[in-house]
């Protein structure tokens, strides 16, 4: 079956940094997507990784272990404004489907 | 340029009742899909259209149904709506790999 495991909720310290784990089942592979989403508002796009690795963008980087159906994102220098939820999700490879998780709700403190 | 447009912003029908919510994607992008959120859970994926035709379904009952135009903006119907079908619908579009998504529309069945 396809299924997509990420924590319900973390909370972290500002200026501290954060990981944010994500294990899929799927029964196709065609990338692994980060999606942020604010409360009330719509997922906007943080990262995407096809291949195994590291991905880095400015304060966010993105890791995949294909062969372990792992992913982790990692937030370093925390702000307030990323208080959100991050959506973990995994694109199929036929019909190009996209399967997200429930979403990690993270609370960032003062 | 413009993103994702959705209409209308909120929607409230009764049971029974039929809904239609439309989708306008960013210009360029032939892809769009449909995604249900409802209250506290995750993106679950409902309709995908490319080019004109319909690529792949969820599992939803099959009174959900939709269509994209020629200019590739899309429509969803929900028939003989129900009281679990109240949620945030969600419209994405997408060139490559990215989707870009729209506000939403809140339908709320009483």
């Known amino acids: 079956g396809q299924n997509i495991d990420q924590p319900t909720e973390m909370t972290a310290t500002e200026g501290a940094i954060v990981q944010i784990n994500c294990t899929y089942q799927?029964?196709?592979?065609?990338?692994l997507f980060w999606y942020q989403q604010h409360a009330g508002e719509a997922p906007t796009f943080l990262s995407y990784?096809?291949?195994?690795g590291l991905e880095e963008k400015g304060r966010f980087s993105s890791f995949l272990s294909r062969s372990k159906g792992y992913s982790y994102l990692l937030l370093k220098e925390l702000q307030m404004k990323d208080s959100a939820s991050y959506l973990c999700?995994?694109?199929?490879?036929?019909?190009?489907?996209?399967?997200f998780g429930a979403g990690t709700r993270l609370f960032v403190k003062a | 340029e413009a993103g994702v447009t959705q209409s209308p912003t909120h929607l409230i029908k009764t049971r029974g009742q039929q809904a239609t919510l439309r989708c306008s994607p960013i210009?360029?992008?032939?892809?769009v899909y449909w995604y249900q959120q409802a209250l506290g859970l995750g993106l679950q994926f409902l309709l995908w259209?490319?080019?004109?035709?319909?690529?792949n379904r969820g599992n939803f009952p099959p009174r959900f149904s939709g269509r994209q135009f020629p200019n590739y903006s899309s429509e969803l119907n929900v028939n003989a709506l129900e009281l679990e079908d109240s949620a945030l619908y969600l419209c994405?579009?997408?060139?490559?790999?990215?989707?870009?998504f729209g506000p939403g529309t809140r339908l709320t069945v009483l």
């Open positions: 999700a995994v694109r199929d490879t036929g019909g190009f489907k996209t399967i």
């Open positions: 799927t029964s196709g592979f065609n990338g």
């Open positions: 259209y490319d080019e004109g035709e319909e690529r």
């Open positions: 990784n096809v291949l195994d």
């Open positions: 994405a579009s997408s060139q490559h790999n990215e989707q870009f």
């Open positions: 210009s360029g992008h032939t892809s």
